[in-house]
């Protein structure tokens, strides 16, 4: 990190949960959204050249993007007067909102909260079930499903996998089809955990597909 970085880090005013507010616009200066980052993932702004916010409602440090694959391409950093507020000019890829918008603000007072037929890019119970997959691998515990089918291997997964497919194809009823559609993605994630692969390469497949 270079030192005008470090001096970044170290003139920031951060408020009492260590956090500082940041508004992430784009280089055709649209505001995109306003989030938080703490001491650690300005770091990882600065030094990976991307934007790292801390959730506050999950209480971990995320990469915008790491799952949808909406990232921002940090291309400047300021910090305000007082020292507690930053601005960061970003190249934003994809949407910036989670609900499938270019920009967080694109409500006027008075519209819908959500516009009709939106979509959520955030998948972030899949992140987050994912991660929960990788501990339960590095850190076996006991009477664990998840632990247990890494002891058995890659052809119970493979068996499992297969059998869950089957049931989400003959489902009788919507309830049924989402909870076998549940059981699938999360068998898939196990299989691609056991093989080394991220979800961010699958969805960076549909991506390159998508273009």
């Avoid at 955030?122 to 006991?142: D, T």
Wanted: negative net charge.
């Amino acid at each position: 990190m270079s030192d005008q970085r470090t001096e970044l880090l170290e003139e920031v005013a951060w408020n009492e949960d260590g956090l500082v507010p940041v508004i992430a616009q784009s280089t055709e200066k649209e505001v995109l959204t306003l989030a938080y980052m703490d001491r650690e993932a300005l770091r990882l702004t600065l030094s990976t050249g991307f934007g790292h916010y801390f959730s506050r409602s999950k209480g971990r440090i995320r990469k915008k993007g790491e799952t949808s694959g909406n990232i921002q391409r940090v291309k400047e950093l300021r910090i305000d007067c007082d020292g507690d507020a930053l601005l960061m000019i970003v190249d934003q890829q994809g949407p910036a909102c989670h609900t499938g918008e270019y920009t967080c603000f694109y409500r006027e007072l008075g519209e819908p909260e959500v516009n009709e037929g939106a979509i959520d890019y955030s998948l972030n119970v899949l992140k987050e079930l994912e991660e929960v997959i990788r501990s339960r691998k590095e850190s076996p515990k006991e009477n664990s499903y998840t632990s247990e089918l890494f002891r058995r291997g890659l052809d119970e997964m493979g068996k499992k996998l297969g059998e869950e497919a089957i049931e989400l194809i003959v489902s009788p009823d919507r309830r049924n089809l989402i909870d076998e559609a549940a059981d699938l993605l999360y068998h898939l994630l196990v299989l691609l955990r056991a093989r080394e692969v991220d979800l961010g390469e699958v969805m960076g497949e549909l991506r390159r597909r998508r273009e």
